[in-house]
């Protein structure tokens, strides 16, 4: 199956990185761009055929290595 | 509206992150694991109305700041 992760800092921690895009894409005349936010996707296969076990197992890595569950919050998709 | 866009390494660059990961999750226990890719999300929302037109103008901010296409190739989804 695939799993798709998508780690993002959560709502109350301050994103540089997405304050740096927006101030970057105002300059660049795009004015109408707020509430820019930047996360991380991580895409892999694995072998597990049961959607159910394989959503589990994701949500283990990502609590183990993957996201740093303190400031960040994460979504599976699994395909 | 709200964007969002994926920019991931073309398939032919090396992904050291992603090989990173891999061995991580490897020297973890989840050997079933492969073909690691890390990419970043940017998540923002934009005045425009017209999906089309949104669309459009975000394909331009990839072209212009938030993709190196040379290197990287990118997703975009308008909702």
Redesign the interface.
């Known amino acids: 199956m695939k799993a798709k992760v998508?780690v993002?800092l959560k709502p109350g921690v301050l994103d540089v990185q997405?304050k740096a895009?927006?101030a970057?894409?105002h300059g660049?005349g795009?004015a109408?761009?707020?509430?820019?936010?930047?996360?991380?996707?991580?895409?892999?296969?694995?072998?597990?055929t049961d959607a159910a076990k394989a959503e589990a197992?994701v949500k283990a890595?990502c609590d183990?290595?993957?996201a740093n569950t303190v400031i960040e919050s994460y979504r599976v998709e699994i395909a």
Chains 1, 2 share one sequence.
């Open positions: 998508q993002f997405g895009v927006e970057a894409l660049l795009w109408d761009v707020s509430g820019v936010r930047v996360g991380r996707t991580i895409e892999f296969d694995l072998t597990e197992e890595m183990k290595l993957l």
